[in-house]
């Protein structure tokens, strides 16, 4: 790194320009040391699991406060809710 910054120094472009090393310096983010690999082809179709993940999605769409997604976006969206949701759950089973 080049002499001493702080983030108010630096404009988006010139940060997004530093190393990856430098990036973390500057706003203290550690590289995950145990990361694991996303599966994506976990599959399970329950209705507790339905209801769950439409829950979510509904509270997602709210946070984000925008107009609802297409057919086939909000059909994506809720599959890459699901693949997300069944990696992360049986992550933690096993």
């Known amino acids: ?7 108010g120094d630096l404009s988006l472009e010139n940060f997004q320009n530093l190393s990856f090393e430098d ?3 500057l706003t203290g983010a550690k590289a995950l040391i145990r990361a694991r ?11 507790q699991l339905n209801d769950f993940l ?10 984000e406060a925008r107009k609802r997604r297409s057919g ?3 059909t994506a969206f809720r599959a890459a809710l699901r693949a997300l949701v ?3 759950f049986f992550s933690a089973e096993g």
């Open 1 to 7: 790194m080049h002499g001493e910054f702080n983030l």
């Open 23 to 25: 990036q973390n310096k």
């Open 37 to 47: 690999p996303f599966n994506p082809h976990l599959i399970a179709d329950t209705k």
């Open 54 to 63: 439409d829950t979510l999605a509904t509270e997602i769409e709210k946070q």
């Open 72 to 74: 086939h976006a909000a």
């Open 86 to 88: 069944l990696d992360l």
